[in-house]
C-alpha cells in the first residue's frame, strides 16, 4: 500500500514537472501580467552583512540581519572547479538550454519512477534563481509554471556568467551563510579562490538539504554527499576517477565555530556596533555590508584579556579560599558531571586552564575532580596557596594546610587549574570576586588597539572602561600637577609635608600615616603624599582645577571641592586614561580612535578617522592663578596655617572651606555608591574636529613643556615611587597609581613613548573593598606590566623626547635653590626656560639668615 502511494506521489510530482515544462511553451502569455519585473535582478542589491576587521585585516565581529552572512563576489573569483561541481550536481545542461531542460525532466522522471522515490529534481540553476529572488518557495504547479516562463525570460535578458553570478551568491549551505565565499568562511575559514577539491565537494553538496548534509551535526552525510559530487563530475568528465578518489578520501577538516562578536573581542566589538548603530542606523548596519576597519591588534587585545584575568585570580588567591561554587547531592552527580562535559567542549586541557570540577571522592588525601568526564588528581601541593590568608570560615594556620580534606569535601564544586600537559593534576583556584578593565592606545596617534571592559562578556556586557564612573584616587593627583606646574610651579618647588589641620578639626593623612617635612613637588608625586597635594590643590582653588581636567578632556567631573585633588570624584575611565594621553603626546587633545575606516558596500569611504598632521592651538585658559614663588615672594602660599591662605581665595572658597569635611564627604560619595555602581548607560559618541579633507584634528591644549615634565614627574613615579615595580620592564615608562579609601578602587595608568595603557580593578558595588592591602601597586599595576610585556617586546628602549624649551639646573636639594659650585648632593632638574631659581644656595659653612641669632659672638 505504501509504495503504491508512493508511485502515486512520484507521478503527481512528475506530472507537475512535465506540466510545467508545457507551460513554458504554451503558457507565457496567460500568466505574464501576474509575473514579477526582472529588474530586480539586473539592480541586484542582496542584504549582506557588515565585517569588522583588527588592525591586521582580522575578522573579529560581524552584524547580521537575520543570522545572514553573505559576502558578494564576481564570478571571476569562484574556482572553475566550483563552476563545473555546481552544473555538474545541480544543472548538467547549464550552458546548452534556454532556462528549462527538458531533456533532464525526462531523465528525472524515469530515474525517480524506478528508484520508487524523489531521488532526482529538475529544476535548472536559472530556476533555482528565479525561486529564490523572484518567486515564494511552495510547491504547487502555478509557481512551477511562472518559474519555467520566468526562467526563459531571464535566458533571454541575461548572460550565463551573470545568471551564476547571481545564483553563487544567493545559494544557502546553511550556518547562515548564503553564497559560496560565506559558505567557504563559515565552514572552513577561507576564501572560496583557495578550497581544495574535496572541500569544494563538500560545499557543492549542501545546497540540496543543508541542514540534513550539516557536516558538524552529520558529518557520514556529509561525506556521502561529498563523494557523490565528486561521482558526477566524474560522469560529466570534468576530473578522472583518481583525482576524485584521493578527493574522497581527504579527511573533513572544519573550522571551529566562533561567534566572534561575544569570543574575539567583545566590548571591543560592542562600542562598534552601538556607534555604528546610533550614526547610520541598523538598516545599513546589518544589511548594507559595510567593511569596518578597527585600530585593535587582536594580539595585544588577548594580551590584554589575559593579563586582566590572570590579575583578577591572583587577587583572589590572595584574599584566599573563599568556599566551593555550590554542592551536589549524591543522585544529582552524573547528570552534573554531563553538564560540565557540554560546557568543557572537545579538546585536550591545556596546562594553566581553569574550569569547574565535582569532587567525586577524596582518597589517600588526594581529591579527585571531575571536570566532565575527565578526572584530575588534586594532592596537598594543589591547596598549599590557601595558608597564606586567614579568612572567616577558615581555622588560623601557622603552616600550610596539610590535608586536602580540610579544604574541600566530596560534593563540592570548585575551581581547579591544571598544572600539566597529561590532565593529571590540578590545583585548586579561587574565582575572582572583582572586576576590572582595560584600555591602551597609541599616544601619539590616539588608536585604541586594546580594550577589555570586564572580566566576562557572556556575564555582563557592560563596558568599564566607557560606561562606568569610579573615583580614580591618587591616579587623579598628574591633573592638579600639572595643572600646578601651568599656574608658576617647577619640579623643584618645595611644600611642607607636615599635618594640616582645618577649622572644623580634619587632617587629611598620608598612606604611610607619617610626614617628612619639606619636599620638592617631584617627590611629592613620587610617593604620592596626600599631604602636598591638599596643600596644592588648596593654594591652586578646586574651580581652576576642575577647569584644567575638563580641558584635558574629563567631561564626567560633576563637581569641584578639595577631596576632587585626592580622587573623590567619579570619572570615566576612558577620560582619565586619555587626559594622560595629553601629556604622553606633548600637550595634544584628541579623542580615543577605535575605528580606522569605514567602507560601504560599494567602496565609498564612509569615515576616515585617521589623525591629521595639523595641530590646532586652543584657546588658551583664563584666570590662571599666579603662584610663581619668585613673582610672589610669598611662601606663606606653601607653607604655616593654611587657614592663612583664604586671603588669596575667593569669597566663594572661603565659605566653601568654612564648611568643609573631606572625611565626611568622602565617606557620604562611598555610601552613595553602596547602592550599586553608577553607570553611564550610553556610550558617549566621539567629539571629533576635522580639517578640510575629514582627517581628525589633535589641538594643543597645554604646552609641550608642561607636558614633558609632568611626564618627567611621573617617569619617576614609575622608577623609584608607588610605581616601581615597573622597573622590571627594563624601559623607560611613566605611570602613576590610584587606590580609593577602603581599597575599593585600585588604578595604575602608564605609558612608554609608543603605547599608554590604563588599568582599573574594583567592583561594580562602589563600596565593597578589594581586601587588605590590595592597593594600585599590588592589585592593578602587575596586571599593567603583564600587558606592556606584550606590547613593548621585541621593541628596544626609547626615551621620552625633551621638547625647545627646557633646561636642566643643578639643585640644592635642601633649600630648592641654586646649587652652588660642585655642590657633592646636587641632583639635576628640569625646568621650562626662565623658571628655574635664580638664587644660589649658601655654601655649608656660609650662615643662613634664620641661623644668625644662633651664634655666640
Request: neutral net charge; proline residues 5%.
Amino acid at each position: 500500500m505504501k509504495a503504491r502511494v508512493g508511485l502515486v506521489m512520484i507521478a503527481l510530482f512528475m506530472a507537475a514537472i512535465l506540466g510545467t515544462a508545457l507551460a513554458g511553451l504554451i503558457g507565457d502569455q496567460y500568466y505574464a501580467a501576474d509575473l514579477p519585473h526582472l529588474d530586480t535582478l539586473a539592480d541586484y542589491r542582496p542584504n549582506t552583512h557588515s565585517v569588522v576587521y583588527d588592525a591586521k585585516g582580522r575578522v573579529m565581529g560581524e552584524f547580521r540581519y537575520e543570522n545572514q552572512r553573505r559576502f558578494v563576489i564576481p564570478v571571476s573569483k569562484t574556482p572553475q572547479l566550483m563552476i563545473d561541481a555546481f552544473v555538474a550536481v545541480e544543472d548538467e545542461h547549464f550552458f546548452e538550454h534556454k532556462g528549462v531542460d527538458y531533456v533532464g525532466i525526462a531523465r528525472a522522471t524515469w530515474e525517480n519512477l524506478r528508484a520508487g522515490e524523489i531521488k532526482q529534481g529538475a529544476s535548472t540553476i536559472t530556476q533555482q534563481v528565479c525561486r529564490s529572488l523572484l518567486l515564494s518557495p511552495e510547491k504547487t504547479l502555478v509557481r512551477k509554471i511562472k518559474e519555467a516562463i520566468l526562467a526563459q525570460q531571464i535566458e533571454s535578458r541575461f548572460s550565463k556568467e551573470e545568471i551564476l553570478h547571481l545564483y553563487l551568491n544567493e545559494i544557502y549551505f546553511g550556518h547562515g551563510a548564503y553564497g559560496v565565499e560565506a559558505a567557504a568562511q563559515s565552514y572552513l575559514n577561507k576564501s572560496v579562490g583557495d578550497l581544495s577539491l574535496a572541500e569544494i565537494a563538500l560545499l557543492v553538496g549542501l545546497p540540496q538539504a543543508p541542514s540534513r548534509y550539516n557536516p558538524y551535526r552529520n558529518p557520514a552525510a556529509a561525506l556521502k554527499r561529498r563523494r557523490h559530487v565528486l561521482k558526477r563530475m566524474v560522469d560529466v568528465g570534468k576530473i578522472d576517477k583518481t583525482t576524485a578518489r584521493v578527493a574522497a578520501d581527504e579527511p573533513l577538516k572544519l573550522a571551529p565555530t566562533v561567534d566572534y562578536n561575544k569570543t574575539v573581542a567583545p566590548h571591543f566589538t560592542e562600542y562598534i556596533r552601538r556607534y555604528l548603530m546610533k550614526k547610520y542606523g541598523a538598516s545599513k548596519v546589518l544589511a548594507e555590508g559595510l567593511r569596518i576597519y578597527s585600530n585593535c591588534d587582536l594580539d595585544l587585545q588577548d594580551a590584554a584579556r589575559k593579563a586582566l584575568l590572570d590579575g583578577l585570580y591572583e587577587l583572589a588567591n590572595r584574599q584566599g579560599y573563599t568556599g566551593p561554587l555550590k554542592r551536589v547531592a549524591t543522585e544529582d552527580r552524573p547528570t552534573y558531571i554531563e553538564t560540565l562535559a557540554g560546557r568543557r567542549g572537545d579538546g585536550e586541557l591545556k596546562i594553566g586552564k581553569r574550569l569547574p570540577g565535582l569532587v567525586t571522592k577524596i582518597e589517600q588525601n588526594i581529591a579527585f575532580v571531575d571536570v566532565g568526564n575527565i578526572v584530575l588528581r588534586m594532592g596537598a601541593p594543589g591547596i598549599a596557596w590557601v595558608e597564606r590568608i586567614k579568612r572567616k570560615g577558615l581555622p588560623d594556620r601557622f603552616g600550610p594546610f596539610k590535608e586536602v580534606s580540610e579544604i574541600v569535601k566530596e560534593g563540592d564544586v570548585i575551581l581547579v587549574r591544571v598544572k600539566n600537559a597529561g590532565n593529571v593534576t590540578c590545583f585548586l583556584d579561587q574565582a575572582p570576586h572583582c572586576q576590572g578593565a582595560i584600555l591602551s592606545m597609541r599616544p601619539e596617534t590616539r588608536e585604541v588597539v586594546a580594550m577589555v571592559g570586564g572580566l566576562d562578556f557572556a556575564d555582563s556586557e557592560f563596558n568599564r572602561v566607557l560606561q562606568a564612573k569610579r573615583q580614580p584616587g591618587s591616579s587623579f593627583k598628574p591633573v592638579v600637577y600639572a595643572a600646578a606646574l601651568d599656574a608658576g610651579m617647577t619640579p623643584a618647588t618645595h611644600v611642607l609635608d607636615t599635618a594640616i589641620v582645618f577649622g572644623d578639626g580634619w587632617k587629611p593623612r598620608n598612606y604611610s600615616n607619617k610626614f617628612t617635612g619639606e619636599v620638592t613637588l617631584r617627590e611629592a608625586l613620587t610617593r604620592s603624599i596626600n599631604t602636598v597635594t591638599v596643600r596644592v590643590a588648596q593654594t591652586l582653588g578646586h574651580e581652576y582645577i576642575a577647569r584644567y581636567a575638563k580641558r584635558l578632556g574629563i567631561a564626567s567631573l560633576a563637581g569641584s571641592d578639595l577631596s576632587m585633588s585626592l580622587g573623590a570624584y567619579e570619572v570615566i575611565p576612558a577620560e582619565l586614561v586619555n587626559a594622560y594621553a595629553v601629556f604622553a603626546s606633548g600637550g595634544r587633545y584628541a579623542e580615543p580612535i577605535f575605528i580606522k575606516k569605514i567602507v560601504d558596500r560599494d567602496g565609498n569611504v564612509l569615515e576616515d578617522n585617521t589623525l591629521s598632521e595639523r595641530v590646532e592651538m586652543a584657546p588658551p585658559m583664563e584666570n590662571i592663578p599666579d603662584i610663581s614663588a619668585e613673582k610672589k615672594k610669598d611662601r606663606d602660599l606653601f607653607e604655616g596655617d593654611p587657614n592663612s591662605l583664604f586671603a588669596h581665595d575667593s569669597p566663594g572658597r572661603r565659605e566653601f572651606m568654612d564648611d568643609f569635611r573631606l572625611d565626611l564627604r568622602i565617606e557620604e560619595l562611598m555610601k552613595k555608591r553602596s547602592k550599586g555602581p553608577q553607570r553611564i548607560e550610553e556610550i558617549p559618541m566621539p567629539r571629533f574636529h576635522r580639517d578640510e579633507k575629514g582627517r581628525i584634528i589633535s589641538r594643543q591644549i597645554i604646552s609641550r613643556q608642561t607636558a614633558f615634565l609632568i611626564t618627567s614627574m611621573l617617569h619617576s613615579v614609575a622608577t623609584t615611587g608607588t610605581g616601581a615595580r615597573s622597573n622590571i620592564l627594563k624601559k623607560t615608562v611613566a605611570g602613576k597609581t590610584g587606590t580609593t579609601n577602603r581599597n575599593v578602587d585600585a588604578w595604575f595608568i602608564g605609558f612608554s613613548p609608543d603605547y599608554l595603557t590604563g588599568v582599573w580593578v574594583g567592583n561594580d558595588a562602589g563600596s565593597k573593598s578589594l581586601g587588605k592591602g590590595e592597593t594600585g601597586s599590588k592589585a592593578a599595576l602587575p596586571i599593567w606590566i603583564k600587558f606592556m610585556e606584550e606590547a613593548l617586546s621585541g621593541e628596544g628602549d626609547k626615551p621620552f623626547g625633551v621638547p625647545q624649551g627646557i633646561e636642566t639646573m643643578l639643585i640644592d636639594p635642601l633649600g630648592g635653590l641654586r646649587a652652588y659650585d660642585e655642590q657633592p648632593d646636587a641632583y639635576t632638574e628640569y625646568f621650562k626656560v626662565g623658571t628655574g631659581p635664580t638664587a644660589v644656595a649658601p655654601l655649608p659653612d656660609q650662615l643662613k639668615p634664620d641661623e644668625f641669632f644662633q651664634v655666640d659672638f
